[in-house]
């Protein structure tokens, strides 16, 4: 194909893009009202609509300071088709009640540009703003419309007086844009000229799928969260996964990624605990069929004393508060590590015991062996090189990729 035609291919895909997104008739919209205020005892039951499904996700953390009169315009890499868009706002960490005045979601051309006429107003109760308390979140009106897999969705938020800790995730592996000032209407790209590695307040996008389509959750840590892939391709593993699903045969579409940098299962540090996060990160999301539990590692490499027994004590009550709230789970064994510096035989024993338990004790509802897929066949203590970032942990885009390739698809399609 010629580069000639290749563009105009590519601009016409934008154009439709936009047209899909702008779909459905304007007065179908309520009227913005001038401002709302969310009460954080009714954030969750807010969203649950049996038919929304979680198209985005990526967890909530402490991002230091907030700024008054800051725009953010976030891009994120959507997994499952559907009408009715709506996102959700975090003040998870804040200190304070937490105000945004204009919100509006479109979808990516190139940079911080948007295609021409996708960029439309979000709204919460009918109002153009909202005010969040501290350690609640906010979901927005469903905005008319469909809005295509595997779209890069931009959400471009300002907030007049942010002040305290700041809500959101710090590794996106994606570049977003910052700008002084409320320019979240602005479809062109000069106003917004600086850019963010991270992604501030928006924690998930849910959408309204065809009946009987549901999401996975993939609960992790720095490998879940993508260290070591490309940046700014959606090479993570759980994103080659959305696009096995997307071509499958399967009622599960929508991924959310909820893997935090450093995370451990049992103790707060680098983002809350995976027992600690699990209500807001994971079972509260709408949709979410099946919990996919990757995570350990940091517990055993950190050399506090955590014991095999203790981490399968927290795989268990993760396990537990899955199935009561109805959800499966598939759990993925612990991967190789030696080479990194915390490595030890110690660290080493405990690994096997732990993966042992999630291969054969019977209480998870799939496996997926990511130790068999990652480890060398020369030592099975150490990742494959074909497969290695590079510091003997984090797998590379191929290592990434193959992990996705190792998930049995069908075991993500379970019901309790």
Known sequence: MSAGRARLRRTAALLLLAAAFQAGPAHAQPQAQPHTQIQAQTQVKAVSHPKDVITWGSSADHLGDS????????????????TDLRIRLSNAFGDRPLTF????????????????????????????????????????????GRLPAATNLVVSIHSPDAAGPATGHGMAMQTSYVTQGDHTGEEGATA?????????????????????IGAVVTLGDSITDGWASTSDLNRRWPDYLARRLQNANTAVKGVANEGISGNKVLADGAGQSALNRLQRDVLSH???????????????????????????????????????????????????FKGWPEWDAAGEAVRQEVNQFIRSSGELD????????????????????????????????????????????KSLDCAK
């Open 67 to 82: 700024v008054a009169d800051r725009g953010y315009r976030l891009v994120v890499h959507t997994s499952v088709a559907g």
């Open 101 to 144: 005045d204009d919100v509006y979601a479109g979808v990516q051309k190139t940079g911080a540009a948007l295609v021409p006429g996708s960029n439309r107003r979000l709204t919460f109760d009918g109002a153009k703003s909202v005010t969040i308390p501290a350690g609640a979140v906010a979901y927005s009106d469903p905005l008319p």
């Open 192 to 212: 917004w000229t600086d850019t963010t590695g991270s992604w501030y307040y928006l924690d998930a996008v849910s959408v309204r799928p065809s009946a009987g």
């Open 286 to 336: 709408p949709g979410v069929r099946t919990v996919f539990l990757f995570e350990g590692v940091n517990d055993i490499k950190a050399h506090s004393g955590v014991t095999a027994q203790d981490l399968i004590a927290g795989y268990r009550e993760i396990i537990d508060r899955a199935h009561a709230a109805g959800k499966c789970v598939v759990g993925a064994t612990v991967g190789p």
């Open 366 to 409: 799939a496996v997926t062996d990511f130790d068999h897929i990652l480890r060398s066949p020369y030592d099975h203590e150490r990742m494959l090189p074909f497969f290695d970032g590079g510091d003997h942990i984090h797998p590379n885009d191929k290592g990434m990729a193959a992990m996705a390739d190792a998930v049995d698809l």
